[in-house]
């Protein structure tokens, strides 16, 4: 069973660009959640989508957004990159976490550098 | 404010010796708390508890959740330097008129085993 795959695995952009993540869940898995993690503030939660719907959102600016494809693809896409977006930034699926008791699993994740 | 704490922030240790992580939380409507073991990137699902006084345990890893103060722990024992790798502990919460797929973090423990 393949796991949550994650691309690209690195990214360099400049300030005021924009980028698109991708993240394709496990098979069966129809929750996607977008985590974005650094040194000073670990692991923060930004949005998380079932069944292509938004179903919450974490406390980041709008330039941090998201869709959820039919087949549970997801992308995240941050738009006027600053500095401060310098992250690794972690995809998470499961069958359907608000169900509770169901473990979330991680990909790889994506290193963006914004210089 | 939801929040988790971990504790230590880090730790160094040598092979064989047994450690105590620590993860206490204070988040509205608690639903579960999970164990995550980061190396790299992608962190792995270690536990995920959501009932006081019932010990998860898988080879030398074992956890517990007292719900009453709050708190969970994680020990290993017999460390060995593939230990090593930063801990995480995340809680899932739920709001009442809406309910919430994220996971809560901790800034995590790092955890040095040396031979």
């Known amino acids: 069973k393949a796991g949550v795959t994650q691309t690209p695995r690195y990214l360099i952009k400049t300030r005021g660009q924009q980028v698109t993540l991708s993240c394709s869940p496990i098979?069966?898995?129809?929750?996607v959640s977008w985590y974005q993690q650094t040194p000073g503030q670990g692991l923060q939660f930004l949005f998380e989508?079932?069944?292509?719907?938004?179903?919450n959102k974490g406390n980041f600016p709008g330039r941090f957004s998201g869709r959820q494809f039919s087949n549970s693809r997801s992308e995240m896409n941050v738009s006027t990159l600053e500095l401060g977006d310098s992250a690794l930034y972690l995809c998470a699926s499961s069958w359907d976490l608000q169900m509770g008791n169901t473990e979330a699993f991680f990909g790889q994740g994506t290193r963006l550098t914004v210089v | 404010e939801d929040k988790v704490v971990q504790s230590p922030l880090s730790l160094v240790v040598h092979e064989g010796d047994t450690v105590t992580l620590n993860c206490s939380y204070e988040v509205t409507n608690f639903r579960s708390l999970l164990w995550y073991k980061q190396e790299k990137k992608a962190p792995t699902f270690l536990f995920m508890l959501?009932?006081?006084?019932i010990e998860k345990k898988s080879g030398r890893l074992s956890s517990i959740l007292d719900k009453k103060e709050l708190f969970s722990i994680l020990n290993i024992t017999a460390t060995q330097t593939g230990d090593s790798a930063v801990y995480l502990c995340a809680v899932e919460a739920r709001s009442y008129g809406g309910s919430q797929g994220n996971l809560i973090f901790g800034k995590g423990t790092k955890l040095s085993v040396k031979p």
């Open positions: 959501t009932s006081s006084g």
């Open positions: 989508y079932f069944s292509e719907t938004q179903r």
């Open positions: 098979s069966g898995h129809r929750s």
